[in-house]
């Protein structure tokens, strides 16, 4: 997990380094006749990214289905590298799309990253701390790429004792920032290609030999040589658990496919929903609000980082609808503020949302931010019209609330659809389509927003842009009502694959349970009882999708048997704690 968060912060990195001078950058590019014009081309450059990402992230979530998530994710980390170099070097707007565009098109990390954590976790209790890692890896990227992209765009103007006039930064006076950047996605890229481990086990079982693992593996026995630490051998795990309570059903990923991987053979074999299957029409309607959600969101980062650009209002507003200005701030102060609110975004993410998922469903919490969420894009534009000295006291509330709505509604949706798959064996290819519908619709938010925001200023209506943004977020808010929680929904109701498989894994955690009840707890026999204990927790926590089952979903036969071997799993567990201590 530690190696898959190196992968993932280098991506936020890149995306968020533009935001703080892009509007200066197409000021220097000349293009642009007068601030709605920015606006427009600002849009733009953040859309050519979501639009690319969404014509080709369907493709890359079901070659990761095939292919495995691991050269799914080193080949999105490539591209995003060589966007970044392009686009430093960018001398007109043209160049800027089209590396913006390259980044898209070979980026399908989002949703396979997303199911890699499903593969990776699958006790439900642990869900909400786990699906709360990776928005916490992105804030922690944005942070670092607000804050680079503000400090060292332009560097010969705002260094002038260290950069001078007539060097390459001059010439191009946005490539520092990218440089750096780059250098980030390549140390990711390096490793992934070295530590990252696959996680999908059509993957891992093809035979396919990984030698950047392997080489991974071979530095890493060097330095556990040097440390006085035994060797790793091919196959062998030596990881703690990602994520641990005290509780004796806790296993790491490597624990979980290695006990499942040594387990009786199911008595029959688990049905793969085909693709049409896996689309049910709760996942249908999670995929929809993820768009709108991913729009709304996506429409504030374009909004917002203009409105702190913009010069301060030159007029006094002649009603509640016709005024314009900003806050007239430079790209550091911007950078500044967007690292600031990094901050209280990561706390939020890996303090408040698992607290809270504990104590409210996660369908209860997206609903109750969806029907709200308008009421904060309506009351933004007004801001400017305060006196002075209550303007950043106000903006301050309305981007922290800004900011712990975003922090709670991603990784509640994400939750959402990942418990109403089918199956994980299809999990690859609805993240895959869930990522495309969120790239077009953070590509139609930047640009579709920032053309009405170029319309209002056009008529001095300045608050045109985030009251049109309103009018989406109501349609997420009503979309939830249709909404349904993935533990009231019997297995039979997603479909016959979905039946299946669950009956295949109740049949294998069956055999397990009628093995290891009869076998002595001391010599051999207790050891191998140990074995059959874990792999009896294994599958009765769900190493497949059907962890569901050892929550709410416990119906029907299959499911009876179920909980019977969990049931005897916990006794086998405190057996063997008692002998354990005993020994010592």
């Not at 670092?144 to 705002?158: M, T």
Request: glycine fraction near 8%.
């Amino acid at each position: 997990m530690f190696v898959l968060a190196l992968c993932r912060i280098a991506e936020p990195i890149a995306f968020t380094s533009i935001f703080p001078y892009i509007y200066y950058m197409i000021e220097d590019f000349g293009i642009a006749k007068n601030d709605s014009e920015i606006a427009i081309y600002a849009g733009m450059v953040t859309s050519a990214f979501t639009f690319a990402e969404f014509s080709a992230a369907v493709l890359w979530g079901r070659l990761s289905d095939i292919w495995g998530r691991k050269p799914v994710l080193l080949i999105g980390l490539a591209g995003t590298g060589i966007s970044m170099f392009i686009f430093g070097f960018a001398k007109n707007f043209q160049t800027i799309l089209i590396a913006r565009a390259l980044g898209g098109l070979l980026n399908g990390n989002v949703g396979v990253l997303q199911t890699t954590v499903a593969e990776v976790v699958t006790a439900k209790e642990h869900q909400a701390l786990a699906y709360s890692i990776m928005p916490f890896i992105w804030t922690l990227g944005s942070i670092v790429g607000s804050a680079l992209g503000g400090l060292l765009a332009d560097p010969v103007k705002n260094y002038p004792n260290r950069f001078s006039k007539g060097t390459i930064w001059d010439a191009y006076p946005y490539l520092l920032p990218n440089v750096i950047c780059a250098a980030v996605v390549c140390a990711g890229l390096v490793a992934g290609l070295l530590f990252l481990e696959e996680t999908n086990e059509q993957a891992k079982n093809s035979g396919r030999k990984d030698y950047g693992l392997a080489l991974g593996r071979s530095i890493e026995n060097v330095f556990r040589r040097v440390v006085g630490k035994p060797k790793l051998e091919d196959g062998s795990e030596e990881r703690a658990p990602l994520l641990q309570n005290g509780n004796s059903q806790n296993y790491s990923s490597a624990q979980a496919t290695s006990t499942a991987a040594s387990a009786p053979a199911p008595s029959k074999s688990i049905k793969k929903p085909s693709f049409k299957d896996a689309f049910t029409n709760q996942v249908i309607l999670q995929i929809i609000a993820y768009g709108v959600l991913a729009y709304h969101t996506m429409a504030f980062e374009q909004l917002f980082p203009v409105l702190l650009s913009m010069p301060k209002a030159t007029e006094p507003a002649k009603d509640p609808i016709h005024f314009t200005g900003g806050f007239g701030l430079p790209s550091s102060t911007i950078g500044l503020i967007y690292s600031l609110q990094g901050f209280y975004n990561m706390f939020c993410q890996i303090s408040m949302f698992p607290y809270i998922a504990k104590r409210v469903s996660s369908l209860t919490l997206f609903r109750w931010l969806c029907v709200t969420w308008p009421i904060w894009y309506i009351v933004m534009p007004y801001v400017v019209l305060l006196p002075e000295a209550g303007q950043w006291p106000a903006i301050a509330f309305l981007v922290v609330v800004k900011i712990t709505y975003n922090a709670f509604a991603y990784p509640a949706n994400a939750l959402l659809l990942a418990n109403h798959a089918p199956s994980l064996l299809v999990l690859g290819s609805i993240n895959g389509v869930a990522a495309s519908i969120a790239s077009l619709f953070r590509a139609l938010g930047p640009s579709l927003e920032g053309l009405a925001q170029s319309i209002g200023l056009d008529h001095g209506i300045m608050g045109l842009g985030w009251w049109t943004t309103a009018v989406t977020a109501v349609v997420g808010g009503i979309i939830v009502i249709w909404m349904t929680d993935p533990d009231a929904i019997r297995p039979e109701d997603q479909g016959e694959a979905a039946v299946d498989e669950h009956e295949s894994l109740a049949d294998a955690a069956d055999l397990v349970f009628r093995r290891g009840s009869h076998m002595p707890p001391t010599g051999p026999e207790g050891q191998t009882l140990i074995e059959n204990e874990e792999m009896a927790i294994s599958f009765a926590a769900g190493t497949h999708h059907h962890r569901k089952m050892s929550t709410a979903s416990r119906f029907g036969p299959a499911g009876r048997r179920f909980s019977l071997v969990e049931d005897h799993a916990r006794r086998l567990s405190a057996s063997a704690a008692s002998m354990q201590s005993g020994r010592g």
